[in-house]
C-alpha cells in the first residue's frame, strides 16, 4: 500500500488554512464552501483525475483518494467537492475527444465545475433501472421530462452529468438498457425548462431536487453510445465509493485521533480516562476496524488503476468504511462526554457528516445483496 507522503503533507497544509471555525461557521448558515473549493482548485487537486493533456494532474485513483482521506483527517467535509472528482470515469472513458477536449481543460483551471451527478428519482430509490426522467430524440436535440431528488451541488455546479431514460423499460430486453448519460449545461438549463429546489439536511450537504420540464438538451451532450448510460455510470459509481471510502477513512483517523488525545488529557477520579479500558478498548477497536476498511479501499483503487474489475472491492471497501467511521465517530462523542456535543470541537458537526455514508451513495442493505448475489452466488432477492 503506497502511502503517497507528499499529497498527504500538501493536502494537510493546504487545510491547516481552513480550520473548524470555518467548516463550523458554514455548517451554521448551510453555506457552500467557495474559498476551500477555489484553493483546492488553484492547487490541482480537483484536477486530480484529469489527465495532463487536459490540464490536469493525471493522478490515480489511489492518490485521489489520498488527497478525499486528508480533507477528512484535517477536519474538513470533501463532500462539498468531491462530484467533480469520480464522475472523471464516465468522460474519461466514454465521452468524445471533442467533449474531452471542450471541457475538462476548463473544469481542469476552475472555470467550469462539475459537481453534480444527476441518477437518484423520488419513485425510483435505489431501484435505478426504474427512474422515469426521459430524454426524448428530436432532431439535433433531446426533450428531458421528469425529476430527481438528492441532486448535491446543483446550485453550485456548471455542468450536471445526468442519467435519463431513452427507451421506456417495458420496451427493453435487459432493463439496464436504453438509460443514457447527459452532460447538462446547467447555466443554459436554468433558463430552459430545469428548476432546482433545495433540501435541508442534518448536514451542509447543498442536496436538491430537479424538476426538468421540456428542457432541451443538444444532442451533442450524449456521453457515448444512446442506451448504454447504465454501463458507463458504473464506472462513475465504483470510483464514488471507493472515494467516499477514502473519506470515511479520514473520518475514522480524524475520531480516532481526537478521541486518543481526549483520553490521554482528561483526567477523572484523578486519573487520564483513556487508562479505563472502557474508554481505551473501543478506540482500539475502531482503529482496527479503520485499518481492515483501508485496505480494502487501497485494493479497490489498485484494481480500478489497473483496468481490472473492482465493484465488489468498491462495494466492500465503502460498507466496510462507512462502518467504521460511524464507529469511530460514536466513540468519540463518547469519550468526549459531554464536550462532545459542544459545536466547537467539531465531534458533532463529523459525526453527522460521516452517518450519510451508510446511506448514500448506496446503502448498506444493497451492498449486502451486492456481495451475497454476485460474489457468493446467492439466490436474486430483488
Ligand atoms: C444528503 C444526500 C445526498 C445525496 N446526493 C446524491 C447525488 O448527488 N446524486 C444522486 O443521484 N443521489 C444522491 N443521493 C441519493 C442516495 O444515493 C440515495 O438516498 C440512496 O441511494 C438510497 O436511496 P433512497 O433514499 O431512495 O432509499 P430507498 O431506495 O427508498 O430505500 C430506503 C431503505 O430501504 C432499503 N432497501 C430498499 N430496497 C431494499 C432491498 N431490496 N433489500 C433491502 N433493503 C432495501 C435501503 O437500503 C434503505 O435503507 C443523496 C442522498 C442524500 C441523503
Same mark, same amino acid.
Given at each position: 500500500m503506497e502511502n503517497y507522503q507528499d499529497i498527504r503533507d500538501g493536502v494537510t497544509a493546504l487545510c491547516a488554512e481552513f480550520p473548524g471555525e470555518y467548516w463550523q461557521k458554514l455548517d451554521a448558515k448551510s453555506e457552500y464552501p467557495d474559498q476551500f473549493v477555489a484553493a483546492l482548485t488553484d492547487a490541482g487537486y480537483l484536477a486530480a483525475l484529469i489527465p495532463e493533456e487536459f =490540464? =490536469? $494532474?493525471? @493522478? $490515480?485513483v489511489e492518490a485521489t483518494g489520498v488527497i478525499l482521506e486528508e480533507i477528512s483527517r484535517s477536519g474538513g467535509h470533501p463532500g462539498a467537492c468531491h462530484a467533480q472528482m469520480y464522475t472523471m470515469g464516465s468522460i474519461l472513458r466514454h465521452g468524445s475527444p471533442e467533449q474531452k477536449g471542450r471541457y475538462l481543460p476548463e473544469i481542469a483551471n476552475g472555470t @467550469? +465545475? @462539475?459537481q453534480a451527478f444527476g441518477v437518484t428519482e423520488p419513485a425510483a430509490g435505489t431501484d435505478t433501472t426504474s427512474i422515469r426522467t426521459f430524454a426524448r430524440r428530436d432532431g439535433d436535440r433531446y426533450i428531458v421530462n421528469g425529476q430527481k431528488i438528492w441532486i448535491s451541488r446543483a446550485e453550485h455546479s456548471d455542468l450536471l452529468l445526468l442519467l435519463a431514460r431513452t427507451t421506456a423499460k417495458d420496451q427493453v430486453k435487459k432493463k439496464t438498457d436504453g438509460l443514457s448519460l447527459f452532460l447538462v449545461d446547467m447555466n443554459a438549463a436554468l433558463t430552459n425548462g430545469l428548476t432546482i429546489r433545495p433540501i435541508e439536511t442534518m448536514m451542509n450537504h447543498h442536496t436538491t431536487e430537479l424538476f426538468f420540464d421540456d428542457l432541451e438538451v443538444p444532442a451533442s451532450a450524449l456521453i457515448g453510445e444512446e442506451g448504454q448510460g447504465f454501463r458507463y455510470v458504473l464506472d462513475s459509481m465504483n470510483v464514488e465509493r471507493t472515494l467516499i471510502a477514502f473519506e470515511c477513512i479520514g473520518d475514522c483517523k480524524f475520531f480516532i485521533e481526537r478521541a486518543k488525545d481526549y483520553a490521554c488529557d482528561r483526567k477523572v477520579f484523578d486519573r487520564p480516562? =483513556? +487508562?479505563n479500558q472502557g474508554i481505551q478498548f473501543p478506540i482500539a477497536h475502531a482503529y482496527a476496524n479503520m485499518r481492515a476498511a483501508e485496505l480494502m479501499a487501497h485494493e479497490a483503487a489498485r484494481l480500478f488503476d489497473a483496468g481490472e474489475r473492482c465493484g465488489a472491492e468498491a462495494n466492500m471497501a465503502k460498507m466496510l468504511a462507512a462502518s467504521a467511521s460511524w464507529e469511530a465517530g460514536n466513540t468519540c462523542l463518547q469519550t468526549y462526554g459531554g464536550s462532545g456535543f459542544a459545536k466547537e470541537f467539531d465531534i458533532e458537526r463529523k459525526f453527522r457528516e460521516t452517518r450519510l455514508y451508510q446511506v448514500a451513495p448506496v446503502s448498506t442493505n444493497l451492498i449486502l445483496a451486492f456481495i451475497g448475489e454476485h460474489v457468493l452466488g446467492m439466490p436474486r432477492s430483488f
Open positions: =490540464g =490536469g $494532474s493525471g @493522478l $490515480s @467550469l +465545475r @462539475l480516562i =483513556g +487508562r
